[in-house]
């Protein structure tokens, strides 16, 4: 597939923009109309490899590595059909943050978009920055149009792996806006047993943008309405119309060398989709899930749900050739079907020999169930021990949808207990400790649990829904202690929990009328969102908080920009469940 031509804008318009920029910032205005009539005419570019070049250098010494960037929109056809996109510097997917353990990041993010917009690094423990970790309404408000925000933040010198990074407003990543991130540590158990690395992106694509189908989606309570099938399904989610690899339907491709082991960090960056992951005639071995490094076992295919991450080696040692790389889009995992989906997103690796368009291997013929659900955790052992200390607390909740008419009309909202969580985008519940402390009483569609000293935190999560959910915590790796069926009975259920070595991660799948329980300690300052990766589903509502340690939270030294931006957003900005609408 042509992507296109790369439309470069003329200097004039970029020396132009360049003090329109700089007098918006001067003023603190929005430019929103402005850009917007410019960018529409920038096509994305897409990397043709995303094999990471082996000359970076992995080390134990640290520095600080500096990125500027441009959120905008930009025109695409990803799947052949044109859309507006939103995007990072005019890529997509956006550009890779690659980096080493300790080192200190600097990202400029400008916001050139008509609407707000924050970028979260998935993953990231930000511990004692959690001002950076660009969760909208929780860690800081949207970036206004016109503005930029400068995340700055050092990578944990104990964290190591495949991660990435998306924005946290609304659904806005479901149009473009992600990219990679890959930490890279001496230290990492896998380091020096692998040859090359190549990132494998998976997503789902839509052909409207995220804030028409949103819209349709929340207000979607049984109406009939014969345009729209999501309509006549109640909290039915807007179905995907095509999934990529690496930024593109058809012609993602791997050129490999033989007899080499290739680390492939396989990254779910969907909206919606849980993948499985597989190259045909080539085991692959599992040796990360979220930054953890894992005792590799030999799968077929590795299932991968929203949001999770997975680094497999594949060995090239088969006959020379092309192959097929698979990723099935588990749409049994969708309420609703898309007809015109196709679901086998393909790819062709290739080592040795002339790459062909199309190969003619052929898939794993063994059955797979289907279950959206994750590797099991006999699968992803630790390779480091790390014994989960003895919980000291225990925070129980449920999670549904239900239908309500809260917001003046019909909706399906996603509820945590009994709160659907509302952005507050002009004074996130990070700013409101930040002033108040222990003290703070949050409002009503706020869930929010406060651990004043450090606990050791047992979270038992209940899903009343018949989907499963894939779950992440921001600024913690877990225990996954156990994941049964049905409702977790305090007294019974605790026989099902493993201790011993659990796996650790930072997003599981909750399966349908299911539960979960995970352990994580409470020591890192901050408001940490606890919420489902499911963009439709976080907009609806399912997210709650951890705020641990007020005390230290009143203590950080948050840039005065943060709390500029916020004030900036009254009056100017109309709040719909997370949505932040430009002036
Ligand atoms: C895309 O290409 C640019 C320029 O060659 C490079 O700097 C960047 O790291 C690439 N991104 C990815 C994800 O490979
Ligand atoms: C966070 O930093 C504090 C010290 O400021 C330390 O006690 C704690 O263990 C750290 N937590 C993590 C998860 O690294
Ligand atoms: C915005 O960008 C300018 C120019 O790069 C920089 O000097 C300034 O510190 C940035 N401001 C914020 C709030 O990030
Ligand atoms: C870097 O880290 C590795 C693994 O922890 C260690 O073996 C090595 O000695 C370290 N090198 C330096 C220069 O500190
Ligand atoms: C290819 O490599 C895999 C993984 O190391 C190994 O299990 C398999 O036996 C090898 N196959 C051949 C044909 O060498
Ligand atoms: C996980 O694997 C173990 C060992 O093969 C098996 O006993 C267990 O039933 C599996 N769990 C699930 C949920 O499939
Ligand atoms: C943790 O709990 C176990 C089982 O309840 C108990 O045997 C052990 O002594 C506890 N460890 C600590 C350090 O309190
Ligand atoms: C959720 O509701 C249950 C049942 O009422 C209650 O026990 C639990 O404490 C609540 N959880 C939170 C986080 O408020
Ligand atoms: C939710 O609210 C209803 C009505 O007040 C109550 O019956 C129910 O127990 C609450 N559920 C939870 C989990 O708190
Ligand atoms: C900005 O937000 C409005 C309202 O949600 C939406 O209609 C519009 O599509 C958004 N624009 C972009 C570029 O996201
Ligand atoms: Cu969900």
Redesign the pocket.
């Known amino acids: 597939m042509d992507i296109g031509p790369v439309a470069s804008l003329p200097c004039l318009v970029l020396a132009g923009l360049a003090f329109v920029v700089v007098l918006a910032l001067a003023l603190g205005v929005g430019l929103g109309l402005g850009l917007k009539h410019h960018s529409s005419r920038t096509y994305v570019t897409t990397n043709s490899s995303f094999i990471l070049d082996p000359s970076f250098q992995i080390s134990n010494a640290t520095t600080t590595r500096y990125y500027e960037w441009t959120v905008s929109e930009a025109s695409g056809a990803p799947d052949g059909y044109e859309r507006t996109m939103l995007v990072v510097n005019n890529q997509f997917p956006g550009p890779l943050i690659e980096v080493n353990s300790g080192d200190q990041v600097v990202i400029n993010v400008f916001n050139s978009l008509p609407n707000g917009t924050t970028i979260h690094w998935h993953g990231q423990w930000q511990n004692g920055t959690n001002y950076m970790d660009g969760t909208s309404g929780v860690t800081q408000c949207p970036i206004p149009p016109g503005m930029n925000y400068t995340y700055r933040f050092t990578i944990d010198p104990n964290q190591y792996g495949t991660y990435w990074w998306h924005a946290h407003a609304s659904t806005q990543y479901t149009d473009g806006i992600y990219g990679p991130l890959v930490i890279h540590s001496p230290a990492e158990p896998v380091y020096g047993s692998y040859d090359r690395e190549a990132l494998v992106i998976m997503s789902d694509w839509y052909h409207d943008m995220s804030s028409g189908l949103l819209t349709q989606y929340l207000s979607n309570a049984g109406i009939d309405d014969q345009n729209s099938p999501i309509y006549d399904n109640p909290g039915a989610e807007p179905p995907p119309d095509s999934g990529l690899i690496n930024g593109q339907m058809i012609g993602s491709s791997f050129d490999f060398k033989p007899n080499l082991r290739y680390r492939l960090r396989l990254i779910n960056m969907a909206t919606l989709t849980e993948f499985v992951f597989s190259v045909d005639n080539h085991m692959l071995e599992v040796v990360e899930s979220d930054g953890t490094s894992v005792v590799g076992a030999a799968v077929h295919r590795a299932p991968i749900n929203v949001a999770q991450r997975y680094s497999v080696i594949l060995t090239t040692n088969q006959t020379l050739g092309s192959y097929n790389v698979r990723a099935e889009m588990q749409d049994i995992c969708y309420k609703l079907d898309n007809p015109n989906l196709d679901t086998m997103v393909l790819g062709t690796l290739t080592y040795g020999a002339t790459a062909v368009a199309t190969p003619s291997t052929q898939n794993w013929n063994d059955a797979y169930p289907g279950d959206c659900i994750d590797l099991n955790a006999t699968q992803l052992v630790p390779v480091i021990e790390s014994p989960p200390p003895n919980s000291t607390m225990t925070?129980?909740?449920?999670m549904s949808f239900q239908q309500t008419f809260a917001s003046g009309g019909q909706a399906t909202l996603g509820y945590?207990?009994?709160t659907s969580w509302e952005a507050d985008s002009a004074d996130p519940t990070l700013m409101q400790m930040y002033k108040a402390g222990a003290q703070t009483s949050f409002s009503q569609s706020q869930?929010v649990?406060v651990n004043d000293d450090i606990q050791v935190i047992d979270l038992i999560m209940d899903n009343y829904d018949d989907s499963s959910h894939p779950f992440h915590l921001h600024g913690h790796t877990f225990w996954l202690l156990g994941i049964g069926d049905g409702s977790f009975v305090p007294g019974q259920s605790e026989v099902y929990l493993n201790y011993n070595n659990p796996p650790r991660r930072d997003t599981l799948t909750v399966p349908g009328y299911g539960w979960i329980a995970i352990r994580f300690i409470g020591d890192n300052p901050g408001l940490w969102a606890f919420h489902c990766h499911i963009g439709w589903h976080m907009a609806a509502g399912l997210l709650?908080q951890f705020a641990s340690l007020p005390s230290r939270i009143q203590q950080f030294s948050i840039p005065d920009y943060l709390g500029q931006q916020c004030s900036s957003q009254s009056g100017g900005t109309i709040l719909n469940r997370g949505i932040s609408i430009g002036r």
């Open positions: 925070v129980s909740v449920s945590m207990n009994n869930l649990v709650m």
